[in-house]
């Protein structure tokens, strides 16, 4: 077995999955350990929040320069150094020991709702009654269903997806909106990614699920010109302010779109373009420091 590097990274703990974003895009990735907690008697004895800990597969060929570059262009979009974070680094190369063995031990079963649990592919799980069960394996794409902005996502598509809906999933990660759309009883779902690398994993993951007739492709809203009844967007929300226009074109008159991704403090960006492209804003869910709005075009 090759060696592998442990890099050590300091955050602003707020924006762990935008960094955790630029580190998969950028680097071989193989997992991202973002907070690790240790209890005594119940109580937490310590947390490496603040610290992601990243495991990679090769050794991150310009590692100093690739950050600084992401840096320099988060802080163009709007972040402060303090929003940031130090992103002080420790790499160190490590003897090969089943690491993505104990990745996997730390996920568990997630209970996103009352009727929908996100079950990861290794474990065995008898649902209750009426629960709707999505079972992932991520490998490197985004979306375990443990993160707050994926669940407000999933919570918005439980309580505004109407039965034979068609759906579009833009920034679809491992593919679980897409696959807990079409087990909601969306007729024609359709998840793309900017990134090649999670293609893949979506096509698997709709396979394990029985829903293999989602279509997942390399592709950006841009490029779309179908038209859907309801349209999810969880992607950061400098993107999300960026791509409105395009994201309202792929939605029909009288369709809803889910945006999640957005910082609370970062909401303005986001209302600013939801207001520029005449959407109308008809729920808003937060969990933590993240929000989510769900829109409706109301004109053409
Ligand atoms: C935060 S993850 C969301 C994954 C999944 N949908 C979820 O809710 O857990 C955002 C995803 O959007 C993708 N992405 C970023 N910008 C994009 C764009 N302009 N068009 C399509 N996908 C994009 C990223 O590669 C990433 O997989």
């Not at 974070?85 to 996103?112: A, F, M, P, R």
């Amino acid at each position: 077995m090759n060696n592998y590097f442990e890099l050590k990274i300091n955050i602003n703990p707020e924006i762990e999955d935008i960094v955790s974003d630029i580190i998969f895009t950028n680097f071989d990735c193989e997992g991202i350990v973002q907070e690790e907690e240790t209890y005594k008697d119940l109580e937490m004895t310590s947390t490496t929040k603040g610290t992601l800990r990243v495991f990679l597969t090769s050794y991150p060929v310009n590692l100093e320069e690739i950050l600084k570059t992401e840096r320099e262009l988060l802080k163009s979009r709007g972040f402060t150094d303090n929003e940031l974070g130090s992103w002080e680094i420790t790499l160190d190369e490590k003897e090969n020991q089943d690491w993505s063995k104990k990745w996997k031990e730390k996920w568990t079963v997630t209970h996103v709702t009352d009727k929908i649990a996100v079950v990861p592919s290794w474990l065995e799980y008898h649902p209750q009654k009426d629960e709707i069960t999505i079972t992932l394996d991520p490998g490197c794409a985004f979306g375990t269903g443990t993160h707050q902005t994926t669940q407000l996502c999933m919570k918005a598509l439980e309580k505004y997806l109407k039965k034979g809906d068609s759906v579009a999933d833009i920034g679809t990660g491992s593919g679980i909106l897409a696959i807990l759309a079409k087990k909601l009883g969306a007729k024609e779902v359709y998840g793309c990614d900017n990134d090649e690398t999670v293609i893949e994993v979506c096509k698997e993951n709709a396979v394990i699920n029985n829903v293999s007739d989602i279509v997942f492709e390399l592709n950006t809203a841009d490029k779309l010109s179908k038209q859907y009844d309801f349209v999810c967007a969880n992607i950061l929300h400098f993107v999300l302010a960026e791509i409105m226009g395009d994201l309202k074109n792929i939605l029909k008159t009288g369709g809803l779109m889910s945006l999640s991704g957005i910082l609370d403090e970062k909401k303005d960006m986001v209302l600013d373009a939801i207001k520029r492209e005449n959407l109308e804003i008809i729920d808003t869910l937060s969990q933590d420091q993240w929000i989510s709005f769900v829109v409706k075009k109301t004109d053409n």
